[in-house]
């Protein structure tokens, strides 16, 4: 099994910061690393797939990088609307595993 | 566009079969474009991967939950469900299904549309 691990589990940052969430898989990936964002009571939305591709209708505040094990997303200036829970989610395997969450509250 | 909507029990009681389903409306989940899944999310922790089904019926399951989990689809009704066996409080959380499609020309897969979510509580 991939294991998925996020850091940190949470974090306090103000409106206009840059923000990065970092995600590390147990073994060699390649880029096959998708990340989501979840407000309380919703379901997740897709924000990058491939690691650093964009979803369609996803600001481009947000950006992602990464290959191999280590990978990251990057919140280029936050808004009030940001502060939720990002996961990470791998599918270099066809036995899925997202990371334990990122808690982004505000400062 | 499409859209997915869970349905099933509410209250499960434990050594039972939860079961649920999801239905997709404005897309046939005939496609060969497609997979579709089960996630969950206990209260206030972080998502767990249930499993996957091709519309051919192929399936994996998260190995912690294989001995359990079985996913099936209904391809007349344009449904895929959950069946989950021998449940315990533990089985207690919102249950998700989504949409894993691949990036166009390459296998780079990722869940792109969910259900709303649906409650499950397993207690007697």
């Known amino acids: 099994d991939i294991q998925m691990t996020q850091s940190p589990s949470s974090l306090s940052a103000s409106v206009g910061d840059r923000v990065t969430i970092t995600c590390r898989a147990s073994?060699?990936?390649?880029?096959?690393l998708n990340w989501y964002q979840q407000k309380p009571g919703k379901a997740p939305k897709l924000l990058i797939y491939?690691?650093?591709s964009l979803q369609s209708g996803v600001p481009s505040r947000f950006s992602g990088s990464g290959s191999g094990t280590d990978f990251t997303l990057t919140i280029s200036s936050l808004q009030p609307e940001d502060f939720a829970t990002y996961y990470c989610?791998?599918?270099?395997?066809?036995?899925?595993?997202f990371g334990q969450g990122t808690k982004l509250e505000i400062k | 566009q499409v859209q997915l909507q869970e349905s099933g029990p509410g209250l499960v009681k434990p050594s039972q079969t939860l079961s649920l389903t999801c239905t997709v409306s404005?897309?046939?989940?005939?496609?060969?474009?497609?997979?579709w899944s089960w996630i969950r999310q206990p209260a206030g922790k972080g998502l767990e991967w249930i499993g996957r089904?091709?519309?051919?019926?192929?399936?994996n399951y998260n190995p912690s939950l294989k001995s359990r989990v079985t996913i099936s689809v209904d391809t007349s009704k344009n449904q895929f469900s959950l069946k989950l066996s021998s449940v315990t409080a533990a089985d207690t959380a919102m249950y998700y299904c989504?949409?894993?499609?691949?990036?166009?020309?390459?296998?780079?897969?990722?869940?792109?549309?969910w259900g709303k979510g649906t409650t499950v509580t397993v207690s007697s």
């Open positions: 989504a949409r894993i499609r691949a990036a166009a020309g390459t296998n780079y897969y990722y869940l792109d549309v």
């Open positions: 404005g897309g046939s989940i005939s496609s060969d474009y497609y997979y």
């Open positions: 089904i091709y519309t051919s019926g192929s399936t």
């Open positions: 073994q060699i990936i390649s880029n096959y």
């Open positions: 491939a690691a650093s």
């Open positions: 989610q791998q599918s270099y395997s066809s036995l899925y595993s």
